[in-house]
């Protein structure tokens, strides 16, 4: 077979030569040991968790080796392909701190080592596939649907491995007149592989190879031996070939991806070395887990758990800060540690490595992210706080948008209980936040908790005697004094020790009295510190709150 003349035939139009696109990508000028990564999201508009952790990975190795972190939209699945997909990445990313160096922009291409949409990449990719038939190494497959069925089902009846090889690739040796003949007469075709594996996998005859992952140490795979398509009909490429193209001619040096990729890396293995290329180091992350409700690891699901979506954490109000430290704690097993001992540090002063990766799944848990949320927005001050907040319901909850009218009240609610020794971790997320201080505001103050039974009879005495002596400028113990009395002379026990040792002596104790005052202030039986939040309310608003209630 003369597979000069055979690539001719294929690939009349492609005139750039590899050596020709190789000089339009030469080497990185980086220094040593920068790593260059990658974000290769397919464009379908649904970006999740799994996106994110992988980013986060990306983006750290890059930028703490100044290195090179880039986007590069993966839309050869012209079927996933989604109206505003690719706006949706950059500005989620965005949100949640990541930020590339090079790649695909809302402005087009930033970057010297485009075009970073593969769409648009087709001729490189068939100038590449032209080499490898060239060579003899790949070759057009004119089976149809119909015949692949076929191969399928008799494979599946002798319980052999699905797909096209050895025997069963049966366009591998055809000679030049059957495929010029078929060419002529429109037949469709696709690029394949010609794998230099061997099919025979029965017994020991099963070639194994060792490969790195910086994950997962030295991974022992089976060799490929598949005929795989590189080129479809369409003449645009699969995955496994725009990969290593891609990654070749961008200088990667880290590819990481998920775990759903191992499968296929010994195809990718074959093909960077067909193609005489080295391959890049490759880091497959663990799969996303959480734990169902019987206690059982099962992976994340688009279906069942909204908390994969990252839109779900724009929607609540997760500060990016929060989301950020939470995943360095399920990215890193050390990152615990490093935190207890350096509380303060900047989050990216950690030192991140693929070693202390976990590569058997990473355990996801919402309650987990909430506490250490708490930590980290404890840790934010007030104004900022104010600032979050706004942004988030300019997006999120317009109706709301009044309570940001007073700076000084809103930040002052804000930091309640913050400033003790013992500080309050009441504030998680946006939407929490804002019904956590709803009381704060008349329009959105509404009695949530039902008077104690011990003191519902003497509710309104008991608010009665409290309007009567309140003073606002009692300081706290003056004010205290004053409930106490109340309580004593009511008929409730000033200790509530007493009311358990005595029940049948007293109606209740003074934590019964003060709560009816705080529901009636708060509307709830649960709140931080009453007197600091009358001081907030100011006079006017706490004896509303106390005249009004009914
Ligand atoms: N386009 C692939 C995906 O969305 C990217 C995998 C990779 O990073 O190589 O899963």
Request: charged residues 40%; glycine residues 10%; aromatic residues 6%.
């Given at each position: 077979m003369n597979y000069a003349k055979l690539a001719e035939l294929l690939f009349p139009n492609i005139e750039k030569t590899p050596a020709e696109i190789e000089a339009m990508y030469p080497a990185r000028e980086l220094p040593e040991g920068a790593k260059v990564t990658r974000l290769g999201p397919s464009p379908t508009g649904f970006i999740h968790l799994g996106n994110l952790y992988g980013a986060f990975v990306d983006e750290r190795l890059a930028h703490q080796s100044g290195g090179v972190f880039y986007l590069r939209i993966?839309?050869?699945?012209?079927?996933?392909y989604v109206e505003g997909a690719v706006e949706i990445i950059i500005n989620s990313l965005k949100f949640f701190g990541i930020n590339f160096d090079e790649g695909a922009t809302m402005e087009g291409d930033m970057g010297n080592y485009g075009d970073y949409t593969q769409s648009n990449r087709g001729p490189i990719y068939q100038a590449f596939a032209k080499k490898l038939v060239e060579e003899g190494k790949a070759y057009p497959c004119f089976l149809t649907e119909e015949e692949i069925a076929e191969i399928r089902a008799g494979q599946e009846a002798e319980k052999l491995n699905p797909?096209?090889?050895?025997?069963?690739?049966?366009?591998?040796?055809?000679t030049m007149e059957e495929i010029e003949d078929n060419i002529k007469a429109g037949k469709p075709y696709v690029i394949r592989l010609k794998s230099?594996?061997?099919?025979?996998?029965?017994?020991?005859?099963v070639k194994k190879f060792a490969v790195e992952d910086a994950i997962r140490g030295t991974l022992e795979m089976p060799e490929n031996f598949m005929d795989v398509i590189i080129l479809k009909a369409t003449g645009i490429p699969t995955y496994h070939f725009a990969h290593v193209v891609d990654d070749h001619l961008m200088r990667t040096t880290h590819v990481v991806r998920g775990a759903e990729w191992l499968p296929s890396l010994p195809i990718h293995v074959e093909l960077f070395q067909a193609l005489g290329w080295e391959a890049p180091i490759y880091c497959h992350t663990a799969q996303l887990m959480k734990l169902d409700e019987e206690g059982n690891k099962r992976k994340l699901s688009k279906r069942k758990d909204p908390e994969l979506s990252l839109d779900y954490y724009r929607n609540q109000g997760y500060h990016p800060a929060a989301v950020r430290e939470y995943l360095l704690t399920i990215l890193n097993s050390n990152f615990e540690e490093w935190r207890m001992a350096?509380?303060?540090?900047?989050?990216?002063a950690f030192e991140f490595t693929t070693e202390k990766m976990s590569n058997s799944g990473a355990l996801f848990d919402l309650n987990k992210l909430n506490d250490i949320s708490k930590d980290v927005l404890l840790k934010i001050p007030a104004s900022e706080l104010y600032d979050f907040l706004k942004g988030w319901a300019e997006e999120f909850k317009p109706e709301i948008m009044h309570i940001f009218e007073d700076r000084a009240y809103l930040e002052r609610i804000l930091d309640l209980?913050?400033?003790?020794?013992?500080?309050?971790?009441?504030?998680?997320y946006a939407q929490q936040m804002i019904e956590f201080i709803s009381y704060f505001f008349d329009d959105m103050f509404k009695i949530e908790d039902e008077m104690p039974a011990e003191a519902a009879a003497d509710v309104p005495e008991i608010l009665k005697a409290y309007l009567e002596t309140y003073d606002h400028s009692d300081d706290q113990s003056q004010w205290f004094e004053k409930i106490r009395t109340i309580t004593a002379d009511m008929g409730y026990a000033v200790k509530p020790k007493d009311f358990k040792k005595?029940?049948?002596?007293?109606?209740?104790h003074v934590g019964h009295v003060s709560t009816a005052i705080r529901i009636a202030l708060m509307g709830r039986s649960q709140s931080p510190d009453v007197w600091e939040i009358q001081q907030i309310l100011g006079e006017e608003r706490t004896r509303a709150r106390i005249a009004n209630y009914k």
């Open positions: 993966e839309d050869t699945d012209d079927k996933r797909g096209i090889y050895g025997q069963f690739a049966k366009h591998r040796d055809l230099q594996g061997n099919p025979d996998q029965s017994g020991d005859d350096n509380p303060d540090a900047p989050i990216d209980g913050r400033n003790e020794a013992k500080p309050r971790k009441d504030h998680i005595h029940p049948e002596e007293y109606k209740g």
